[in-house]
């Protein structure tokens, strides 16, 4: 069996990836490599042709053995010196890449993340 985590998806984080700064709640912050996007467009094809936009996101993906856990909606992550908020829970696809949806914490949730660079 391939490893695709350790091939394909190690591969895509050391060319895309930065440092992230992932904190569950309640817990110190943990340094993970991220592919950040804040121009992700959330497309659906419903059922014809055509393709439908139906908006742009910001999106974070991960390799989830980089992680102590899999976020959580509410965790957050400092990356690009913002704060974000994940909005929905995670999606883990079968080869281990964690896709997340976020957005920017507002300025109580980013109390949560004392320490953060730039906060």
Do not use: C
Request: proline content about 6%; overall charge negative.
């Amino acid at each position: 069996m391939i490893d695709l985590d350790g091939t394909v998806l190690a591969a895509a984080q050391a060319a895309f990836g930065e440092a992230v700064i992932y904190f569950a709640a309640g817990e110190p912050g943990v340094q993970v490599s991220g592919i950040f996007d804040d121009r992700w467009v959330e497309a659906k094809i419903p059922g014809s042709p055509v393709v439908e936009e139906v908006g742009v996101r910001t999106v974070l993906n991960v390799r989830a053995s980089a992680l102590p856990q899999v976020p959580l909606q509410g965790d957050q992550f400092h990356v690009r010196g913002r704060l974000y908020e994940v909005s929905e829970p995670a999606a883990v696809d079968t080869f281990g890449d964690v896709h997340l949806f976020l957005r920017l914490a507002d300025d109580a949730q980013a109390a949560v993340s004392q320490g953060a660079p730039g906060t």
